[in-house]
């Protein structure tokens, strides 16, 4: 990159850049969310789609959180606290997606743009996921390369573009950017000369701490909460080393003061307005009560995004067939450690009190993975709340900063590899690591082994050598190197799309349950039989869905199924609620195959089921007999493979 590229690069230029290709993105509404999959409804084509296909293991995204915001719109009032069209009536302040018309908005700008509209709203967030993050991580990596404007900006790129951001659709892009931000804007708090400074960081700080709370993901917030506190801890101590002098004075105090308040303000209002559904989510067995221990990963699994070829294998075995889950990232810490322990450069590495934090945080990390922790250990440190395969997004931040923090050293400390003979010896101590890392993985995978997978492979580990012999000679154009790999090897999974909204109101299936919606007076309630997702259709509508997703265990809904509650195991979580319709007499049944479903066995005429209060049925597939039989339905019409039944009442 040029001089003249690397001035474009400052923190404003890049940051008033950032925000105004976010307003694009929503003006434009260009996503790359895979809400067209929902085009099952017909069969249509998927128009929406400029680039690319959509990804059906996204499901947590055109399924659930688009879903829960769009119905936040359509809801009467829009952005109600309590949306009446989720089963029995669901409070939203716990839905990060969600707009509500309530001062926590403002903690949450993913969510922004649905004021808008779907459409808007959709290019909005995207754009707050891809350039909120590269915004907030190239001013970290300024904090971390003292000022290294091309190296920042090809870090934020190149970890942007890591199969597990993009392989979980940047969902946690948002909450990595409000760590950044954070960190940013306390380190800049201690430091700060000028009284406005003092009051505009402390301000920053203290929006970063609440959007971090009000994310409300706690596996990931506690790998990222040590992350910043580890770099925060780290900078801090580096800069007064350099010669930085803290002199906290009355407007500092202010400015900490300030960001307590709105930290306080945010937190203590969500628990003011979300009371009881915080406490119904806490007492859950999923995920309130889900606990983990220490020592439930491996080494090959930690490294296997190093080796894992996603073009040719795009669903892991080991991760149940589902590519999110086989998402990491491809690290380079073991490498960035050998090079500290040089001897021309352990004396600068041992004054250098960010690297020790950030690989003492990577030690911690790795500790949990593979070492069993007493379980009062784990609950105080709260990592009893992060299991092992959700510490991947500590692993892959600190790993770039590491990566970051080497390059930003002086350049006289780099590895020389001037000769063959070096350089055969340092490209041969990378591969041998990787070759055993392959193999260790390819007999969990067998996959590993067929040809396509093995000329990938083979082209990811020349890859790594190549950033690893530049990352060795402290040239930047390792980080070119490293954005280039990771865009081509994950660019292909998010779609480019435009819009999407219209075909979800004007679909056959929307389009007969809004017409029934209108007969009802516009208050029309459903039951969704024999599909999982489907549910959430009626409140993206503006009807009830008594299918829908609940965020917490209704208790009102769950005590006309189960009175006694002798099934309470199989609803007490966050739960995908679906309906089976049973063709013989027979007891309802209420079952969890998995953590997040809850499946409702029932024959429609089960007084249990005729308790809740739906006025119509809409069942996928093949008719049900034993609603065609019953009196109480009556058959309307069809749209492809949903068939519509009324619900008569004596």
């Given amino acids: 990159m040029s001089n003249r590229g690397a001035a474009l690069l400052t923190r404003k230029a890049v940051v008033c850049a950032c925000a105004l290709l976010t307003l694009a993105y929503a003006v434009l509404s260009i996503h790359g969310f895979s809400l067209s999959r929902w085009h099952f409804l017909d069969g249509s084509p998927e128009t929406e789609l400029l680039l690319g296909a959509s990804q059906g293991a996204r499901s947590d995204d055109w399924a659930l959180w688009l879903p829960f915001a769009f119905a936040q719109i359509e809801h009467d009032p829009p952005f109600a606290l309590r949306n009446e069209n989720i089963a029995l009536g669901q409070n939203m302040a716990l839905v990060a997606s969600a707009a509500i018309a309530d001062p926590l908005l ?5 969510a922004w743009g649905f004021l808008v509209g779907p459409d808007f709203g ?9 350039f909120g993050f590269i915004a907030a991580f190239h001013l970290l990596f300024m904090e971390i ?8 900006f090809l870090a934020a790129v190149a970890l942007l573009f890591s199969p597990f951001f993009q392989f979980w659709s940047l969902n946690s892009s948002f909450l990595a950017s409000t760590v950044a931000l954070g960190v940013v804007a306390a380190h800049r708090l201690v430091f700060a000369n000028r009284r406005r400074d003092k009051w505009l960081y402390g301000l920053g700080l203290g929006w970063s701490a609440a959007a971090f709370a009000l994310t409300l993901y706690p596996p990931f917030q506690v790998v990222l909460g040590y992350f910043g506190a580890f770099t925060l801890v780290g900078l801090i101590l580096r800069s007064q080393r350099r010669g930085r002098t803290l002199r906290w004075d009355r407007h500092h105090s202010a400015g900490a003061l300030a960001a307590l308040l709105v930290f306080a303000f945010a937190t203590l209002h969500l628990f003011e307005i979300a009371r009881d559904a915080i406490a119904a989510t806490g007492s859950t067995l999923y995920p309130g009560q889900r606990v983990a221990s220490g020592g439930a990963s491996s080494l090959w699994l930690i490294f296997s995004n190093n080796v894992y070829p996603h073009f040719f294998i795009r669903a892991s075995q080991v991760s149940g ?20 322990l040089r001897k021309p450069n352990r004396r600068a590495f041992a004054s250098d009190p960010l690297l020790l934090s950030l690989l003492a945080y990577v030690a911690l990390l790795l500790a949990w993975n593979l070492l069993a922790w007493p379980e009062a250990l784990a609950r105080l440190s709260l990592f009893s709340r992060a299991p ?16 970051v923090g080497w390059l930003g050293q002086r350049p006289t400390e780099a590895t020389p590899l001037r000769s063959t003979p070096l350089k055969a010896a340092f490209w041969l101590a990378m591969l041998c690591p990787l070759l055993l890392l392959f193999l260790a ?5 067998p996959q590993f082994l067929g040809s396509g997978a093995l000329l990938q492979v083979a082209l990811l580990v020349i890859a790594q050598l190549a950033i690893g012999f530049w990352l060795a000679r402290q040239s930047p154009t390792a980080l070119l190197a490293f954005a280039f790999l990771n865009v081509v090897s994950t660019g292909w999974f998010n779609p480019v799309a435009h819009a999407g909204s219209e075909y979800l109101w004007n679909n056959p299936v929307s389009t007969k349950i809004r017409e029934l919606d209108a007969a009802s007076g516009g208050r029309s309630s459903w039951i969704v039989f024999d599909d999982l997702v489907v549910g959430q259709l009626p409140p993206m509508l503006g009807a009830r869905s008594l299918a829908s997703v609940q965020f917490y265990p209704q208790a009102p809904f769950w005590s006309l199924l189960d009175p006694e509650r002798r099934m309470a195991s199989a609803y007490d979580r966050f739960a995908h609620v679906a309906f089976r319709v049973r063709n013989e007499p027979g007891p309802l049944t209420i079952r969890s195959p998995s953590p997040d479903v809850c499946i409702v066995d029932s024959h429609p005429d089960d007084p249990r089921l005729l308790a809740l209060p739906f006025d119509y049925v809409l069942q996928a597939g093949a008719p049900s007999a034993a609603l065609l039989r019953s009196r109480n339905y009556r058959r309307l019409s069809a749209a492809g493979n949903f068939h519509f039944f009324e619900r008569v009442r004596d």
């Fill in 106 to 110: 403002v903690f949450r700008p993913p």
């Fill in 122 to 130: 959709m290019g909005w967030c995207w754009g707050v996921y891809v």
């Fill in 145 to 152: 390369s003292d000022g290294r404007k091309r190296i920042s």
């Fill in 321 to 340: 067939g589902n590519i999110s889950e086989a998402a990491s990232f491809v690290l380079f810490f073991p490498l960035v450690l050998a090079l500290l």
């Fill in 388 to 403: 092992a395969h959700r510490t991947a997004i500590g692993f892959g931040v600190a790993d770039m900063a590491l990566v």
């Fill in 441 to 445: 993985a390819a007999r969990r995978e």
